[in-house]
């Protein structure tokens, strides 16, 4: 079992810049990607960005790429999510996942992922 806490959420106004943090503890040993994601009320939980656990590849969606940056510290077994030039349609609760398929392909669908954190609400005021 993987645990996962995300933190760093909360108000901020648009073009802001806000960061969330992602500790991972457990079995981590077999993670081989760390994803976020985040989903707005009404709407389907939608892939933000991710990183291999090993190496330094990353893959984001259209819609952050240039704003939001992922990086990971392995040795704290955390993921970070920086996001800057938020937008109200940047608000949601943003989630947390971890991936042990062993896999060299970056699962931009939850299904890809078999762990998630509570998630962490971003609120963005135009």
């Known amino acids: 079992q993987v645990q996962l806490v995300e933190s760093g959420g909360g108000l901020v106004q648009a073009g802001d810049s806000l960061r969330l943090s992602c500790a991972a503890s457990g079995r981590t040993f077999s993670t081989d990607v760390m994803a976020w994601f985040r989903q707005a009320p009404g709407k389907e939980r939608e892939f933000v960005g991710a990183i291999k656990w090993s190496g330094d590849r990353t893959y984001y969606a259209d819609s952050v790429k240039g704003r939001f940056t992922i990086s990971r510290d392995n040795a704290k077994n955390t993921v970070i999510l920086q996001m800057s030039g938020l937008k109200p349609e940047d608000m949601a609760v943003y989630y947390c996942?971890?991936?042990?398929?062993?896999?060299?392909?970056?699962?931009?669908?939850?299904?890809?992922?078999?762990?998630w954190g509570q998630g962490t609400q971003v609120t963005v005021s135009s």
């Open positions: 996942a971890v991936s042990q398929r062993g896999r060299w392909a970056i699962s931009d669908t939850p299904t890809g992922y078999d762990y």
